[in-house]
């Protein structure tokens, strides 16, 4: 006989609660050592995080200062106490314990640091970002179509796609071309759509939900979280803050600035 005891934590309990994913090292910094990266939501369970529906939040400062143009707060700012909990476990995983560097779930009922819990903690599998490709005209000689959160790296130019027959289409009648995949948002039903692409805009989810994850972790070029996106799936179409693009429309992304671009690009590799 067996017996499992649990609690329910709640993150949704008021507007000064809520849930995220912090890694204990940033993807998008060169430096080692302990520094914070992640998302959260305010009123949310753990699932709306790593499922991929929702806009999330910056966790730190410098995130929300790089990434986060028209969002006014961060863990770090908003939740002082609760971001210090998190840096101190970090630090004690990382730098007491041996850990290598962690991705860590939570929820927090509130500002008190007492009522933060740790869901679960595993390895870090969000790779650093190697530059390995840019576009040769300069950002102010694109047109800019929208901005999100760049994950992966790297400049990626080709043809925009909707679902599975987009792909396969767009493999056998434009073998050299690359694949970019446009979806609402970073669903793990989407996992298969994303190892048949080369890259991947969404409109919703942050840089730490399951779809994004394994995406980055493939080599895939991504921007997701892209504010203004509208996608209209069974007419495949989508429209970025008034422009609108169709399936097989050229379209480029920019998975360190975070920027799509409507057209295709020379890109540089180095």
Do not use: W
């Amino acid at each position: 006989t067996a017996v499992i005891v649990q609690k329910m934590v709640l993150g949704n309990l008021s507007e000064r609660s809520g849930t995220g994913v912090v890694f204990t090292t940033s993807p998008l910094k060169t430096r080692s050592g302990i520094n914070l990266y992640g998302d959260f939501t305010l009123c949310s369970q753990g699932e709306d995080i790593v499922s991929g529906l929702v806009h999330t939040l910056p966790i730190t400062e410098s995130q929300r200062r790089d990434y986060y143009s028209d969002c006014s707060l961060s863990l770090e700012s908003e939740f002082p106490e609760i971001y210090n909990a998190l840096l101190e476990l970090a630090t004690q995983l990382v730098d007491t314990y041996g850990f290598v560097h962690q991705e860590i779930e939570f929820t927090f009922e509130s500002d008190n640091p007492d009522d933060l819990y740790v869901l679960q903690t595993r390895n870090q599998k969000l790779k650093k970002q190697k530059n390995l490709s840019r576009f040769v005209p300069a950002p102010d000689k694109m047109k800019l179509a929208g901005r999100g959160i760049g994950i992966g790296g790297g400049a990626l130019s080709g043809i925009l796609t909707f679902d599975m027959e987009d792909l396969k289409e767009a493999m056998n009648n434009h073998p050299g071309e690359k694949r970019i995949l446009v979806r609402p948002d970073t669903v793990p039903d989407d996992i298969p759509l994303i190892f048949s692409c080369d890259g991947l805009i969404t409109g919703r989810g942050g840089a730490t939900s399951h779809a994004a994850v394994t995406a980055a972790s493939l080599g895939k070029v991504c921007v997701v979280s892209c504010k203004g996106l509208t996608v209209n799936e069974a007419d495949k179409r989508c429209s970025i803050n008034g422009i609108n693009f169709k399936s097989g429309d050229g379209i480029s992304i920019d998975g360190s600035l975070g920027n799509v671009y409507k057209g295709v690009y020379e890109i540089q590799y180095e």
